[in-house]
């Protein structure tokens, strides 16, 4: 099982991204799906969750509550990170990760909460 992130790159601030989390012959319905994020000199923190599709719960940092939307795609079998209203701030690598083996109705953005890991993607706000 090998995730892969896509999407990332350089905006302005106030501009918007969409990233999008994939896994090679998987389709991901099943599984809690979290994106995360670090900066440099910072630890990895929890920026959105997805629970399973049965329960279809999302879960938001505060720091981009209202900015941020986590989204599946059943059509193409990725999830969906619609970034908006981006600041300095949101400049970081940014991880999509997988739970595979989820509680029900339970969506964590503790990084020890999920088991396989992209590679990550930059994303990157300056004017």
């Known amino acids: 099982l090998q995730l892969v992130e896509s999407g990332g790159g350089l905006v302005q601030p106030g501009g918007s991204l969409r990233l999008s989390c994939a896994a090679s012959?998987?389709?991901?319905?099943?599984?809690?799906i979290g994106w995360f994020r670090q900066a440099p000199g910072k630890e990895r923190e929890g920026v959105a969750c997805?629970?399973?599709?049965?329960?279809?719960?999302?879960t938001y940092a505060d720091s981009v509550k209202g900015r941020f939307t986590i989204s599946r795609d059943y059509v193409k079998k990725t999830i969906h990170l619609q970034m908006n209203s981006l600041k300095l701030d949101d400049t970081a690598v940014y991880y999509c990760?997988?739970?595979?083996?989820?509680?029900?109705?339970?969506?964590?953005?503790?990084?020890?909460?999920?088991?396989?890991w992209g590679q990550g993607t930059q994303v990157t706000v300056s004017s």
């Open positions: 990760a997988a739970d595979t083996t989820p509680v029900p109705g339970i969506c964590t953005m503790e990084v020890g909460g999920y088991d396989r």
């Open positions: 012959g998987f389709t991901l319905d099943g599984w809690t």
């Open positions: 997805i629970s399973p599709h049965l329960y279809s719960r999302t």
